[in-house]
């Protein structure tokens, strides 16, 4: 059960794992892979995205940045 936050229409290259950064931007990283060493980030998108507390953000199939609600059961933390 998730939504769509953002339109972003990503077109996804095999070995890089794609995320939304600290500043709601989505980025790529290269994965390592058989003993070779991944890659740093690079930013792919600006779409500037807020993010709400208890929501996982991701890159959805189509490629656009969806959220959904996390199922966070017990005690809420002060």
């Known amino acids: 059960m998730s939504e769509k936050i953002a339109k972003a229409g990503i077109k996804r290259?095999?070995?890089?794992?794609?995320?939304?950064?600290k500043q709601g931007d989505v980025s790529r990283a290269k994965m390592a892979r058989g003993g070779k060493k991944g890659g740093g980030p690079t930013k792919v998108l600006k779409v500037g995205v807020k993010r709400k507390t208890g929501y996982l953000y991701f890159?959805?199939?189509?490629g656009?940045?969806?959220?959904?609600?996390?199922?966070?059961?017990?005690?809420k933390k002060r």
């Open 59 to 62: 890159i959805d199939k189509q």
């Open 13 to 21: 290259e095999k070995g890089y794992l794609y995320y939304l950064d």
């Open 64 to 75: 656009d940045v969806s959220a959904a609600k996390m199922a966070r059961p017990g005690k």
